[in-house]
Protein backbone atom coordinates (compact mmCIF):
# COMPACT_ATOMS: atom_id res chain seq x y z
CA UNK A 1 0.00 0.00 0.00
CA UNK A 2 1.17 3.37 -0.88
CA UNK A 3 1.65 5.64 1.93
CA UNK A 4 -0.82 7.84 0.79
CA UNK A 5 -3.41 5.33 0.32
CA UNK A 6 -2.72 5.30 4.31
CA UNK A 7 -2.81 8.81 5.31
CA UNK A 8 -6.13 8.31 3.74
CA UNK A 9 -6.90 5.30 5.40
CA UNK A 10 -5.66 6.81 8.90
CA UNK A 11 -7.23 9.85 8.77
CA UNK A 12 -9.62 10.14 11.83
CA UNK A 13 -8.16 6.75 13.66
CA UNK A 14 -9.60 5.50 16.25
CA UNK A 15 -6.54 4.59 18.58
CA UNK A 16 -8.76 1.95 20.99
CA UNK A 17 -10.27 -0.15 17.97
CA UNK A 18 -7.11 0.11 16.32
CA UNK A 19 -5.35 -1.11 20.26
CA UNK A 20 -8.19 -3.80 20.31
CA UNK A 21 -7.65 -5.15 16.56
CA UNK A 22 -3.63 -5.08 17.46
CA UNK A 23 -4.26 -7.08 20.23
CA UNK A 24 -6.61 -9.07 18.97
CA UNK A 25 -4.53 -10.20 16.05
CA UNK A 26 -0.85 -10.62 17.98
CA UNK A 27 -3.17 -13.00 20.35
CA UNK A 28 -4.41 -14.66 17.41
CA UNK A 29 -0.37 -16.19 16.03
CA UNK A 30 0.45 -16.71 19.68
CA UNK A 31 2.84 -13.53 20.55
CA UNK A 32 3.39 -11.79 23.84
CA UNK A 33 4.26 -7.93 23.77
CA UNK A 34 8.16 -8.66 24.44
CA UNK A 35 8.06 -11.29 21.25
CA UNK A 36 6.26 -8.54 18.77
CA UNK A 37 8.31 -5.95 19.78
CA UNK A 38 11.42 -8.11 18.43
CA UNK A 39 9.95 -8.33 15.44
CA UNK A 40 9.19 -4.27 14.86
CA UNK A 41 12.07 -3.23 17.08
CA UNK A 42 9.76 -1.57 19.98
CA UNK A 43 9.57 -2.57 23.68
CA UNK A 44 6.53 -3.96 25.20
CA UNK A 45 6.00 -0.83 27.22
CA UNK A 46 5.37 0.93 23.98
CA UNK A 47 3.03 -1.70 22.39
CA UNK A 48 1.25 -1.42 25.79
CA UNK A 49 0.37 1.84 25.26
CA UNK A 50 -0.65 1.24 21.72
CA UNK A 51 -2.96 -1.53 22.38
CA UNK A 52 -4.41 0.30 25.30
CA UNK A 53 -5.28 3.28 22.79
CA UNK A 54 -3.03 5.51 25.04
CA UNK A 55 -0.43 6.30 21.81
CA UNK A 56 -0.31 6.94 18.33
CA UNK A 57 1.19 4.90 16.31
CA UNK A 58 3.61 6.66 12.97
CA UNK A 59 2.47 5.46 9.87
CA UNK A 60 5.99 3.46 9.41
CA UNK A 61 5.32 1.85 12.47
CA UNK A 62 1.58 0.84 11.41
CA UNK A 63 3.32 -1.04 8.09
CA UNK A 64 5.91 -3.05 10.64
CA UNK A 65 2.97 -4.10 12.57
CA UNK A 66 0.64 -5.26 9.91
CA UNK A 67 4.04 -7.19 8.08
CA UNK A 68 4.94 -8.55 11.67
CA UNK A 69 1.84 -9.91 12.09
CA UNK A 70 1.17 -11.35 8.77
CA UNK A 71 -1.60 -9.40 7.62
CA UNK A 72 -2.79 -6.11 5.11
CA UNK A 73 -2.26 -2.68 7.13
CA UNK A 74 -5.97 -2.02 6.15
CA UNK A 75 -6.80 -5.12 8.44
CA UNK A 76 -5.13 -3.31 11.18
CA UNK A 77 -6.57 -0.19 10.09
CA UNK A 78 -10.50 -0.87 9.88
CA UNK A 79 -12.74 1.02 11.71
CA UNK A 80 -14.76 -1.97 13.57
CA UNK A 81 -13.75 -3.92 16.40
CA UNK A 82 -12.26 -7.35 16.14
CA UNK A 83 -15.02 -9.30 17.08
CA UNK A 84 -18.00 -8.80 20.64
CA UNK A 85 -15.64 -8.72 23.75
CA UNK A 86 -13.41 -6.03 22.10
CA UNK A 87 -16.46 -3.87 21.40
CA UNK A 88 -17.95 -3.86 24.63
CA UNK A 89 -14.28 -3.18 26.25
CA UNK A 90 -14.24 0.05 23.64
CA UNK A 91 -18.15 0.56 24.43
CA UNK A 92 -16.90 1.05 28.52
CA UNK A 93 -14.10 2.45 28.35
CA UNK A 94 -15.83 5.94 26.74
CA UNK A 95 -18.50 5.13 28.85
CA UNK A 96 -16.15 5.99 31.87
CA UNK A 97 -15.64 9.29 30.01
CA UNK A 98 -18.64 10.64 29.64
CA UNK A 99 -20.12 13.38 32.09
CA UNK A 100 -22.97 11.12 33.35
CA UNK A 101 -20.62 8.56 34.56
CA UNK A 102 -17.99 10.43 36.22
CA UNK A 103 -20.87 12.16 38.36
CA UNK A 104 -21.52 9.03 40.15
CA UNK A 105 -18.20 9.54 41.56
CA UNK A 106 -17.42 5.37 40.79
CA UNK A 107 -13.82 4.42 40.83
CA UNK A 108 -12.37 4.12 37.24
CA UNK A 109 -12.52 0.26 36.41
CA UNK A 110 -9.77 -1.36 34.52
CA UNK A 111 -11.04 -4.16 32.12
CA UNK A 112 -9.28 -7.13 32.11
CA UNK A 113 -9.32 -10.73 30.73
CA UNK A 114 -10.80 -12.16 33.74
CA UNK A 115 -13.67 -9.62 33.73
CA UNK A 116 -16.54 -11.73 31.74
CA UNK A 117 -18.15 -11.00 28.52
CA UNK A 118 -21.66 -11.09 30.73
CA UNK A 119 -20.84 -8.65 33.04
CA UNK A 120 -19.32 -5.78 29.96
CA UNK A 121 -22.58 -7.01 28.57
CA UNK A 122 -24.74 -5.64 31.76
CA UNK A 123 -22.06 -2.98 32.39
CA UNK A 124 -22.08 -1.59 28.86
CA UNK A 125 -26.44 -1.64 29.00
CA UNK A 126 -26.63 0.06 31.69
CA UNK A 127 -24.16 3.09 30.82
CA UNK A 128 -26.25 3.49 27.65
CA UNK A 129 -29.30 2.97 29.65
CA UNK A 130 -27.86 6.32 31.95
CA UNK A 131 -26.64 8.42 28.66
CA UNK A 132 -30.34 7.62 27.79
CA UNK A 133 -31.72 9.00 30.74
CA UNK A 134 -29.47 12.08 31.20
CA UNK A 135 -30.60 13.15 27.44
CA UNK A 136 -34.00 13.50 28.09
CA UNK A 137 -35.68 16.55 28.58
CA UNK A 138 -36.08 17.07 32.32
CA UNK A 139 -39.30 17.99 31.94
CA UNK A 140 -42.39 17.77 29.91
CA UNK A 141 -44.00 21.05 28.64
CA UNK A 142 -46.90 20.98 30.72
CA UNK A 143 -44.35 19.96 33.77
CA UNK A 144 -41.77 23.09 32.40
CA UNK A 145 -45.20 25.26 32.80
CA UNK A 146 -46.22 24.17 36.63
CA UNK A 147 -42.48 24.49 37.94
CA UNK A 148 -42.70 27.96 36.41
CA UNK A 149 -45.92 28.77 37.62
CA UNK A 150 -44.81 27.26 40.91
CA UNK A 151 -41.80 29.92 40.62
CA UNK A 152 -43.70 32.48 39.86
CA UNK A 153 -46.25 32.33 42.88
CA UNK A 154 -43.14 31.72 45.06
CA UNK A 155 -41.44 35.06 43.54
CA UNK A 156 -44.93 36.64 44.62
CA UNK A 157 -45.23 35.63 48.32
CA UNK A 158 -41.99 37.37 49.22
CA UNK A 159 -42.43 40.46 46.96
CA UNK A 160 -39.75 39.19 43.86
CA UNK A 161 -36.95 40.08 47.10
CA UNK A 162 -34.09 37.89 47.40
CA UNK A 163 -32.47 38.64 50.92
CA UNK A 164 -30.17 36.09 50.20
CA UNK A 165 -29.18 36.56 46.84
CA UNK A 166 -28.51 40.92 47.95
CA UNK A 167 -25.91 39.86 50.76
CA UNK A 168 -23.78 37.81 47.98
CA UNK A 169 -23.92 40.63 45.49
CA UNK A 170 -22.90 43.31 48.46
CA UNK A 171 -20.48 41.28 50.11
CA UNK A 172 -18.74 40.19 46.51
CA UNK A 173 -18.88 44.08 45.79
CA UNK A 174 -17.44 45.07 49.26
CA UNK A 175 -14.73 42.50 48.52
CA UNK A 176 -14.05 44.83 44.97
CA UNK A 177 -13.96 47.94 46.75
CA UNK A 178 -17.52 49.11 45.66
CA UNK A 179 -18.16 52.51 46.72
CA UNK A 180 -21.09 53.91 44.84
CA UNK A 181 -22.44 54.71 41.80
CA UNK A 182 -22.82 52.41 38.70
CA UNK A 183 -20.50 49.41 38.39
CA UNK A 184 -17.89 49.94 35.65
CA UNK A 185 -16.17 46.72 33.86
CA UNK A 186 -13.28 47.57 35.45
CA UNK A 187 -14.66 47.12 38.78
CA UNK A 188 -16.96 44.33 37.94
CA UNK A 189 -13.46 42.56 36.85
CA UNK A 190 -11.95 42.74 40.43
CA UNK A 191 -14.65 41.87 41.83
CA UNK A 192 -14.55 38.43 39.65
CA UNK A 193 -10.61 38.35 40.41
CA UNK A 194 -11.03 38.84 43.77
CA UNK A 195 -13.09 35.11 44.24
CA UNK A 196 -10.31 33.74 41.96
CA UNK A 197 -11.97 33.94 38.64
CA UNK A 198 -10.46 35.19 35.15
CA UNK A 199 -12.25 36.73 32.62
CA UNK A 200 -11.52 35.62 28.59
CA UNK A 201 -13.52 37.21 25.74
CA UNK A 202 -13.69 34.89 22.93
CA UNK A 203 -15.13 35.24 19.18
CA UNK A 204 -15.98 31.20 19.22
CA UNK A 205 -18.34 30.49 22.23
CA UNK A 206 -20.88 27.58 21.53
CA UNK A 207 -24.15 28.87 20.42
CA UNK A 208 -26.16 27.81 23.05
CA UNK A 209 -24.41 29.53 25.98
CA UNK A 210 -24.51 32.86 27.24
CA UNK A 211 -21.09 31.97 29.25
CA UNK A 212 -18.79 28.82 29.69
CA UNK A 213 -17.09 28.80 32.66
CA UNK A 214 -14.18 26.12 33.21
CA UNK A 215 -13.90 24.90 36.57
CA UNK A 216 -10.17 23.15 36.16
CA UNK A 217 -8.48 26.89 35.37
CA UNK A 218 -11.39 29.18 36.93
CA UNK A 219 -12.00 30.95 33.31
CA UNK A 220 -15.16 32.65 32.30
CA UNK A 221 -15.21 32.76 28.88
CA UNK A 222 -17.85 35.39 27.16
CA UNK A 223 -18.46 37.35 24.00
CA UNK A 224 -17.29 40.48 23.75
CA UNK A 225 -20.67 41.39 22.34
CA UNK A 226 -24.32 41.81 23.62
CA UNK A 227 -26.08 38.10 24.07
CA UNK A 228 -29.59 38.72 23.36
CA UNK A 229 -30.19 41.88 24.93
CA UNK A 230 -27.68 41.02 27.64
CA UNK A 231 -24.12 43.00 27.88
CA UNK A 232 -21.14 41.51 28.89
CA UNK A 233 -21.20 42.97 32.05
CA UNK A 234 -24.68 41.24 32.93
CA UNK A 235 -23.49 37.69 31.89
CA UNK A 236 -20.00 37.91 33.37
CA UNK A 237 -22.12 38.72 36.85
CA UNK A 238 -24.77 35.71 36.13
CA UNK A 239 -21.72 33.41 35.87
CA UNK A 240 -20.17 34.61 39.07
CA UNK A 241 -23.53 34.74 40.75
CA UNK A 242 -23.87 30.58 40.02
CA UNK A 243 -20.48 29.91 41.80
CA UNK A 244 -21.16 32.65 44.93
CA UNK A 245 -24.93 31.32 45.04
CA UNK A 246 -23.49 27.44 45.65
CA UNK A 247 -25.42 26.38 42.75
CA UNK A 248 -24.95 22.71 41.52
CA UNK A 249 -25.99 20.62 38.65
CA UNK A 250 -30.01 21.40 38.28
CA UNK A 251 -31.46 18.52 39.81
CA UNK A 252 -34.82 19.24 37.12
CA UNK A 253 -36.24 21.78 35.36
CA UNK A 254 -38.19 23.33 38.39
CA UNK A 255 -33.97 23.63 40.01
CA UNK A 256 -32.68 25.22 36.20
CA UNK A 257 -35.21 27.61 36.76
CA UNK A 258 -34.48 28.66 40.08
CA UNK A 259 -30.69 29.24 39.77
CA UNK A 260 -31.60 31.28 36.10
CA UNK A 261 -33.72 33.32 38.11
CA UNK A 262 -31.36 33.82 41.09
CA UNK A 263 -27.99 34.32 38.78
CA UNK A 264 -30.03 36.97 36.66
CA UNK A 265 -31.04 38.24 40.31
CA UNK A 266 -27.48 38.10 41.54
CA UNK A 267 -26.16 40.05 38.12
CA UNK A 268 -29.32 42.73 38.56
CA UNK A 269 -28.01 43.18 41.93
CA UNK A 270 -24.22 43.52 41.23
CA UNK A 271 -24.94 45.92 38.42
CA UNK A 272 -27.49 48.08 40.28
CA UNK A 273 -26.40 47.56 44.14
CA UNK A 274 -28.95 47.99 46.88
CA UNK A 275 -27.33 50.87 48.80
CA UNK A 276 -26.87 52.55 45.43
CA UNK A 277 -30.78 52.03 43.33
CA UNK A 278 -32.91 52.44 47.35
CA UNK A 279 -31.67 55.59 47.89
CA UNK A 280 -31.92 56.87 44.25
CA UNK A 281 -35.85 55.53 43.93
CA UNK A 282 -36.25 56.62 47.55
CA UNK A 283 -35.93 60.04 46.17
CA UNK A 284 -37.24 59.81 42.93
CA UNK A 285 -40.66 58.63 45.11
CA UNK A 286 -40.04 62.28 47.27
CA UNK A 287 -40.43 63.93 44.22
CA UNK A 288 -42.94 61.90 42.76
CA UNK A 289 -40.99 61.21 39.75
CA UNK A 290 -40.24 56.87 39.83
CA UNK A 291 -38.86 56.08 36.13
CA UNK A 292 -37.51 53.26 34.38
CA UNK A 293 -35.69 55.28 32.07
CA UNK A 294 -33.44 56.90 34.71
CA UNK A 295 -32.80 53.62 36.62
CA UNK A 296 -31.27 52.65 32.77
CA UNK A 297 -29.22 55.99 32.53
CA UNK A 298 -28.04 55.92 35.56
CA UNK A 299 -26.47 52.21 36.48
CA UNK A 300 -26.25 51.46 32.38
CA UNK A 301 -28.28 48.66 32.24
CA UNK A 302 -30.79 47.70 29.71
CA UNK A 303 -34.89 48.87 29.84
CA UNK A 304 -35.28 45.53 30.91
CA UNK A 305 -33.02 44.52 33.17
CA UNK A 306 -34.00 48.00 34.96
CA UNK A 307 -37.50 46.86 34.92
CA UNK A 308 -36.57 43.47 36.80
CA UNK A 309 -34.58 45.68 39.66
CA UNK A 310 -37.45 48.34 39.98
CA UNK A 311 -39.81 44.90 41.13
CA UNK A 312 -37.38 43.53 43.70
CA UNK A 313 -37.28 46.94 45.83
CA UNK A 314 -40.11 48.94 45.16
CA UNK A 315 -42.36 46.58 47.36
CA UNK A 316 -39.85 45.97 49.73
CA UNK A 317 -38.56 49.35 50.08
CA UNK A 318 -41.01 51.71 49.27
CA UNK A 319 -44.50 49.54 49.81
CA UNK A 320 -45.65 50.10 46.57
CA UNK A 321 -47.16 47.00 44.99
CA UNK A 322 -46.50 46.39 41.06
CA UNK A 323 -46.45 43.65 38.00
CA UNK A 324 -44.18 43.29 35.23
CA UNK A 325 -44.47 41.93 31.37
CA UNK A 326 -42.39 41.16 28.44
CA UNK A 327 -44.68 40.72 25.16
CA UNK A 328 -44.26 40.70 21.49
CA UNK A 329 -46.39 42.72 19.38
CA UNK A 330 -49.37 39.88 19.09
CA UNK A 331 -49.35 40.12 22.92
CA UNK A 332 -48.12 36.67 23.21
CA UNK A 333 -47.19 36.94 27.27
CA UNK A 334 -42.84 36.10 27.71
CA UNK A 335 -42.47 36.78 31.21
CA UNK A 336 -44.49 38.54 33.74
CA UNK A 337 -44.53 38.85 37.70
CA UNK A 338 -47.28 40.80 39.74
CA UNK A 339 -48.25 41.36 43.44
CA UNK A 340 -49.98 43.78 42.87
CA UNK A 341 -53.78 41.36 42.21
CA UNK A 342 -53.84 42.34 38.59
CA UNK A 343 -55.28 39.31 36.63
CA UNK A 344 -53.18 37.95 34.07
CA UNK A 345 -54.39 35.48 31.54
CA UNK A 346 -53.04 31.76 32.35
CA UNK A 347 -54.00 27.88 31.24
CA UNK A 348 -55.13 25.19 33.82
CA UNK A 349 -51.91 24.36 34.90
CA UNK A 350 -51.41 28.72 36.10
CA UNK A 351 -48.47 29.31 33.51
CA UNK A 352 -49.08 32.83 32.25
CA UNK A 353 -46.31 32.51 29.75
CA UNK A 354 -47.45 31.91 26.27
CA UNK A 355 -50.77 33.42 26.75
CA UNK A 356 -52.21 36.72 24.63
CA UNK A 357 -52.73 39.47 26.42
CA UNK A 358 -55.50 41.70 26.18
CA UNK A 359 -54.89 44.52 23.19
CA UNK A 360 -56.58 47.35 25.63
CA UNK A 361 -53.51 47.04 28.02
CA UNK A 362 -50.43 49.07 27.46
CA UNK A 363 -47.81 46.08 26.34
CA UNK A 364 -49.73 45.95 22.82
CA UNK A 365 -50.86 49.70 22.44
CA UNK A 366 -47.76 50.68 22.75
CA UNK A 367 -47.23 48.95 19.61
CA UNK A 368 -49.42 51.09 17.95
CA UNK A 369 -47.81 54.97 20.05
CA UNK A 370 -46.42 57.28 17.53
CA UNK A 371 -42.98 57.07 19.27
CA UNK A 372 -43.09 53.46 19.96
CA UNK A 373 -39.13 53.59 21.51
CA UNK A 374 -40.53 56.24 24.27
CA UNK A 375 -42.08 55.75 27.37
CA UNK A 376 -45.87 54.87 26.73
CA UNK A 377 -48.32 55.69 29.93
CA UNK A 378 -51.83 54.48 30.36
CA UNK A 379 -54.30 53.99 33.17
CA UNK A 380 -56.07 50.21 32.55
CA UNK A 381 -59.74 49.85 34.33
CA UNK A 382 -59.74 45.84 34.54
CA UNK A 383 -61.88 43.66 36.69
CA UNK A 384 -59.40 43.71 39.39
CA UNK A 385 -59.12 47.13 39.44
CA UNK A 386 -57.68 50.67 38.01
CA UNK A 387 -53.49 50.36 36.98
CA UNK A 388 -51.13 52.81 35.80
CA UNK A 389 -48.49 51.48 33.40
CA UNK A 390 -45.45 52.59 31.64
CA UNK A 391 -44.86 50.62 28.60
CA UNK A 392 -41.76 50.95 26.30
CA UNK A 393 -40.53 48.75 23.33
CA UNK A 394 -36.79 47.41 24.28
CA UNK A 395 -34.43 48.90 21.09
CA UNK A 396 -31.90 45.76 21.82
CA UNK A 397 -34.64 43.29 21.70
CA UNK A 398 -34.75 40.65 18.70
CA UNK A 399 -38.36 40.97 17.70
CA UNK A 400 -38.69 44.58 19.69
CA UNK A 401 -40.79 43.64 22.58
CA UNK A 402 -42.47 45.18 24.84
CA UNK A 403 -41.53 45.84 28.54
CA UNK A 404 -44.19 46.88 30.85
CA UNK A 405 -44.40 47.96 34.53
CA UNK A 406 -47.87 48.77 36.16
CA UNK A 407 -48.68 49.84 39.76
CA UNK A 408 -52.62 50.15 41.28
CA UNK A 409 -53.99 53.60 40.71
CA UNK A 410 -53.41 54.64 44.24
CA UNK A 411 -49.73 54.20 43.60
CA UNK A 412 -49.96 56.27 40.06
CA UNK A 413 -49.16 59.42 42.26
CA UNK A 414 -45.68 58.17 42.75
CA UNK A 415 -44.81 57.76 39.19
CA UNK A 416 -43.87 59.91 36.05
CA UNK A 417 -46.22 60.22 33.49
CA UNK A 418 -49.18 60.03 35.55
CA UNK A 419 -51.05 62.95 34.33
CA UNK A 420 -51.70 60.88 31.03
CA UNK A 421 -54.82 61.02 29.77
CA UNK A 422 -55.16 57.83 28.05
CA UNK A 423 -57.24 55.31 29.44
CA UNK A 424 -58.49 52.34 28.07
CA UNK A 425 -60.63 49.29 29.65
CA UNK A 426 -60.65 45.92 30.08
CA UNK A 427 -62.55 42.79 30.67
CA UNK A 428 -60.05 40.33 30.20
CA UNK A 429 -59.44 37.18 30.67
CA UNK A 430 -62.76 36.47 31.46
CA UNK A 431 -64.39 38.67 29.37
CA UNK A 432 -65.10 39.46 25.39
CA UNK A 433 -63.61 42.90 24.88
CA UNK A 434 -60.78 41.61 22.84
CA UNK A 435 -61.61 38.53 22.39
CA UNK A 436 -64.44 39.03 19.59
CA UNK A 437 -65.07 41.39 17.12
CA UNK A 438 -67.35 44.28 17.14
CA UNK A 439 -70.70 43.30 15.86
CA UNK A 440 -71.11 45.34 12.86
CA UNK A 441 -67.56 44.24 11.67
CA UNK A 442 -68.46 40.81 12.44
CA UNK A 443 -71.52 40.73 10.57
CA UNK A 444 -69.69 42.07 7.31
CA UNK A 445 -66.54 39.98 7.24
CA UNK A 446 -67.87 36.54 9.08
CA UNK A 447 -67.65 34.10 6.43
CA UNK A 448 -65.95 35.77 3.79
CA UNK A 449 -62.31 35.78 5.72
CA UNK A 450 -59.86 32.76 5.06
CA UNK A 451 -56.55 33.54 6.76
CA UNK A 452 -53.67 31.59 5.93
CA UNK A 453 -52.37 30.99 9.39
CA UNK A 454 -48.28 31.68 10.22
CA UNK A 455 -46.80 28.61 11.63
CA UNK A 456 -45.70 27.92 14.88
CA UNK A 457 -43.49 24.98 14.61
CA UNK A 458 -42.22 25.47 17.62
CA UNK A 459 -45.66 24.34 19.52
CA UNK A 460 -44.14 20.80 18.04
CA UNK A 461 -40.65 21.11 19.43
CA UNK A 462 -39.97 18.76 22.31
CA UNK A 463 -38.21 20.72 25.40
CA UNK A 464 -34.43 20.79 25.05
CA UNK A 465 -32.91 18.08 26.77
CA UNK A 466 -29.85 17.81 29.32
CA UNK A 467 -28.99 19.04 32.95
CA UNK A 468 -28.93 22.66 31.02
CA UNK A 469 -31.70 22.36 28.81
CA UNK A 470 -30.98 23.16 25.18
CA UNK A 471 -26.61 23.55 25.76
CA UNK A 472 -24.78 21.33 23.12
CA UNK A 473 -21.88 19.19 25.50
CA UNK A 474 -20.43 18.33 22.61
CA UNK A 475 -20.02 22.25 21.51
CA UNK A 476 -18.99 22.94 24.74
CA UNK A 477 -16.37 20.38 25.79
CA UNK A 478 -15.00 20.88 22.08
CA UNK A 479 -14.56 24.80 23.09
CA UNK A 480 -12.90 23.98 26.53
CA UNK A 481 -10.29 21.33 24.41
CA UNK A 482 -9.65 24.00 21.99
CA UNK A 483 -8.53 27.03 24.84
CA UNK A 484 -7.64 24.69 27.49
CA UNK A 485 -3.62 25.32 26.24
CA UNK A 486 -4.03 28.96 26.23
Not at 39 to 60: H, M, Q, Y
Request: glycine share 6%; net charge neutral; with cysteine.
Amino acid sequence: MKDSQILVETEGLDLATFGQRLRHLRRARGLTLAELGEKVGRTPSVLSLIENGRREPRLSLVEQLASALGVPVAELLKKAPPNRRAQLEIALEQAQKDPSYRALGLPQLRVGARVPTDVLEHLVGLATELRTQRSKPTATPEEAREANAALREAMRTRGNYFAEVEKAAASALERAGYSGGALSQGMLMTAVARHGFTVRFVHDLPRTVRSLTDMQSHRIYVSQESVGGHSPRTIISQALGHFLLGHDTPKDFADFLRQRVESNYFAAAMLMPESAAVPFLKAAQENRDLSIEDLTDVFSVSYEQASHRVTNLITHHLDVPCHFVKNDSSGIIYKAYANDGINFPADVSGAIEGQRMCREWSGRRVFGAADRFSPYYQYSDTPNGTYFCVAQIDPRADRGSAISLGVPFDHSRWFRGRETTVRTRSQCPDGECCQRAPLTLAERWEGNAWPSARAHSHILSALPTGAFPGVDDVDVYEFLDRHAAE
